[in-house]
């Protein structure tokens, strides 16, 4: 899991601190992470307003022009997953943020063994509202976290599911379109990737980071760069 993290604060000493205890947590619990720093809540929002894939957000409250909370409201309108932490001063602001249903409030200067529990909780919340398919599989359902999918193949009536432990279903490969999110391209008529595997694409193949490849069909080069392009 790749977890995509803000920090929005606008004291510089302050995001230094916590850009390096998220360092430390990443290292610790071994989920990698990518993290955006930004001095104002409008800052941040210029930015989400074309990337909204970020899962936590660490949000100062006293800022300058929106602050905190302010900016939480306007995330919350759009986003019921996302985990709002807050970074606060003052014990006084906690009333404020239960219309956003924050996760945890932490006070400054932040303590390193309350921050690394706060992202441990914010990761769990995220994995138990995790998108996944749910197979049927000899009467069984089995869940498969859309995270953990390499690419979907068709072969005649059915559909493998590449992933830790491939599964095969009789399925028609469109019938997976609305189960899926923006980070899977469709490539042909057999195929669908998930872009967060792709290691390199030349105009014939995929190379997938799992060692695997696909064959491109003509016409799809274009097509699935400018795919990775616009997700990533």
Same mark, same amino acid.
């Given at each position: 899991?790749?977890?995509?993290?803000?920090?929005?604060?606008?004291?510089?000493?302050?995001?230094?601190?916590?850009?390096?205890?998220?360092?430390?947590?990443?290292?610790?619990? *071994?989920?990698?992470?990518?993290?955006?720093?930004?001095?104002?809540?409008?800052?941040?929002?210029? =930015?989400?307003?074309?990337?909204?894939?970020?899962?936590?957000?660490?949000?100062?409250?006293?800022? *300058?022009?929106?602050?905190?909370?302010?900016?939480?409201?306007?995330? =919350?309108?759009?986003?019921?997953?996302?985990?709002?932490?807050?970074?606060?001063?003052?014990?006084?602001?906690?009333?404020?943020?239960?219309?956003?249903?924050?996760?945890?409030?932490?006070?400054?200067?932040?303590?390193?063994?309350?921050?690394?529990?706060?992202?441990?909780?914010?990761?769990?919340?995220?994995?138990?509202?995790?998108?996944?398919?749910?197979?049927?599989?000899?009467?069984?359902?089995?869940?498969?976290?859309? =995270?953990?999918?390499?690419?979907?193949?068709?072969?005649?009536?059915?559909?493998?599911?590449?992933?830790?432990?491939?599964?095969?279903?009789?399925?028609?490969?469109?019938?997976?379109?609305?189960?899926?999110?923006?980070?899977?391209?469709?490539? *042909?008529?057999?195929?669908?990737?998930?872009?967060?595997?792709?290691?390199?694409?030349?105009?014939?193949?995929?190379?997938?980071?799992?060692?695997?490849?696909?064959?491109?069909?003509?016409?799809?080069?274009?097509?699935?760069?400018?795919?990775?392009?616009?997700?990533?």
């Amino acid at each position: 899991m790749i977890c995509k993290i803000a920090v929005c604060d606008d004291s510089a000493a302050d995001t230094e601190l916590l850009l390096h205890l998220i360092a430390e947590w990443s290292e610790k619990t *071994g989920i990698s992470v990518q993290i955006e720093s930004f001095s104002s809540a409008e800052g941040f929002l210029f =930015r989400y307003a074309e990337d909204k894939s970020f899962g936590i957000l660490l949000l100062d409250i006293e800022m *300058g022009g929106i602050n905190g909370v302010e900016l939480a409201k306007q995330v =919350r309108a759009e986003n019921r997953e996302v985990q709002i932490i807050f970074i606060t001063g003052y014990i006084d602001y906690i009333a404020d943020g239960y219309d956003v249903e924050a996760l945890n409030y932490l006070m400054k200067p932040v303590s390193r063994e309350k921050l690394f529990t706060a992202l441990s909780r914010a990761v769990e919340k995220l994995r138990e509202g995790e998108r996944a398919l749910f197979l049927e599989i000899q009467g069984e359902s089995m869940r498969i976290p859309i =995270r953990e999918i390499s690419y979907l193949e068709s072969r005649k009536n059915y559909v493998t599911v590449h992933c830790r432990a491939p599964v095969t279903v009789k399925r028609s490969l469109s019938s997976f379109g609305d189960e899926l999110d923006d980070s899977f391209f469709r490539a *042909g008529r057999s195929y669908i990737v998930n872009l967060h595997f792709i290691r390199r694409v030349t105009k014939s193949t995929i190379f997938l980071k799992t060692g695997e490849d696909i064959p491109l069909p003509r016409g799809m080069y274009k097509p699935l760069n400018r795919a990775i392009i616009r997700y990533f």
